[in-house]
């Protein structure tokens, strides 16, 4: 049987960041509501943009808005095909459907995130290629 543990400790780390980036979008979620604290960042973003074409305050919420959707719902679909890339794992039951879910959610991560949680997904591709090419070891007959 195949140690696995390097994989598993590499999809709960990439888990484990995936989990902070949920928490960020919904704590974004949460400030949307509040005009002030909204007003002071988007005045914060304008100083710091030297672009003819800024967004309003509303167009400025708005795509806020969506973005924290956004990573919430990658942040939830990483964490769970990270528990289910380790239920398959485990004991080495499926090892070549996961490292292929890993490497399919790590790639498509990176890509929808824009660098937010490239290490997170970075992990999930390592613990992806490590579950496809690892191999049992050849055991000496006797």
């Not at 095909?81 to 990176?110: C, D, F, H, W, Y």
């Given at each position: 049987m195949i140690n696995r543990k390097v994989e598993m400790a590499l999809i709960v780390i990439g888990s484990i960041i995936f989990i902070f980036f949920g928490i960020a979008g919904i704590n974004v979620l949460r400030s949307l509501s509040d005009e002030a604290v909204m007003t002071d960042v988007h005045s914060g973003f304008i100083e710091d943009v030297e672009d003819t074409e800024m967004l309003s305050l509303t167009e400025f919420t708005e795509a806020l808005r969506m973005n924290s959707i956004l990573m919430i719902a990658i942040a939830?679909?990483?964490?769970?095909?990270?528990?289910?890339?380790?239920?398959?794992?485990?004991?080495?039951?499926?090892?070549?459907?996961?490292?292929?879910?890993?490497?399919?959610?790590?790639?498509?991560?990176?890509?929808?995130?824009?660098g937010f949680a490239m290490f997170g997904s970075l992990l999930f591709v390592i613990a992806g290629m490590m579950a496809l090419v690892k191999k049992p070891k050849d055991q000496p007959s006797h």
């Open positions: 939830v679909i990483a964490i769970v095909t990270g528990l289910l890339a380790i239920k398959m794992l485990k004991e080495n039951r499926r090892p070549k459907p996961a490292g292929i879910l890993l490497l399919v959610v790590g790639g498509l991560t990176s890509f929808l995130q824009m």
